[in-house]
Nanobody, 122 residues
Framework: QVQLVESGGGSVQAGGSLRLSCAAS?????MGWFRQAPGKEREGIAA????????SYADSVKGRFTISQDNAKNTLYLQMNSLKPEDTAMYYC??????????????????WGQGTQVTVSS
């Protein structure tokens, strides 16, 4: 059974940094990070394909967030720098065995973690 377990969320002041981790029960062609703020749709913010060869970012986080993975540990990371209050959301790890479709679209992914909360105060 596929399991994705996120960790590393918390509260931080604007301008600060956090690193999220996602421990996966196996390896996947495509993994991504999504976030969902209250009252808003879940949005894809970063994706990594084929063991880290290709990455993709939403404009809202480009230059501030970095997605990476440790293939030996089956762990996905999201380094978040220069955090802003608008980054406040529940952050989810997602994975797919094939990765066909838009890498930042929710319907591309078949497996999801439970989420970890990130709160950024001004």
């Amino acid at each position: 059974q596929v399991q994705l377990v996120e960790s590393g969320g918390g509260s931080v002041q604007a301008g600060g940094s956090l690193r999220l981790s996602c421990a996966a029960s196996g390896s996947f062609y495509l993994m991504g990070w999504f976030r969902q703020a209250p009252g808003k749709e879940r949005e894809g913010i970063a994706a990594i394909y084929r063991g880290g060869r290709i990455t993709s970012y939403a404009d809202s986080v480009k230059g501030r967030f970095t997605i990476s993975q440790d293939n030996a540990k089956n762990t996905l990371y999201l380094q978040m720098n220069s955090l802003k209050p608008e980054d406040t959301a529940m952050y989810y790890c997602a994975a797919d065995l094939v990765g066909a479709g838009s890498w930042l679209a929710t319907d591309t992914y078949n497996y999801w973690g439970q989420g970890t909360q990130v709160t950024v105060s001004s």
